[in-house]
């Protein structure tokens, strides 16, 4: 017997809860409210499990692919799913759509920019460069 109450939701499509951890199973009902199945949160998410190398190859790949040749010293390192961004951008103003592009790879599970520094700083009228502080 679980303690936590049950989540139910209605198949086939999203289900109705937060993957905050404290829910790791899904009831799923038919449409008379019975029993359909269970499935886990790794039932769900195993199907976007990939080999942390094959995810950096495909983010370079996006990156490059759109915003190239000004990437020429981004570098991506990827652990877990979990991207972690280094090196200059050209701009700051480049940075929505860098984590954008990466968080749209299948298989991210978050995106760390927070190692990134950039050459102009686009934001301040005389435009100096450097790091983000």
Request: aromatic share 4%.
């Amino acid at each position: 017997m679980s303690r936590r109450p049950a989540c139910c939701g209605p198949p086939p499509n999203s289900p109705p809860w937060r993957a905050d951890g404290r829910n790791t199973r899904l009831v799923v009902a038919d449409e008379e409210n019975r029993l359909a199945g269970i499935v886990s949160l790794g039932d769900l998410l195993g199907v976007f499990l990939r080999e942390d190398e094959d995810l950096r190859h495909e983010i370079i790949d996006v990156l490059f692919g759109t915003l190239r040749p000004d990437l020429s010293v981004v570098m991506a390192e990827v652990r877990d799913g979990r991207v972690e961004l280094t090196g200059k951008l050209p701009l700051p103003s480049m940075l929505p759509t860098v984590e954008q592009l990466c968080a749209t790879v299948g298989g991210v599970v978050s995106v760390s920019t927070t190692r990134l520094a950039w050459n102009t700083d686009d934001a301040l009228p005389n435009g100096r460069g450097g790091d983000r502080s």
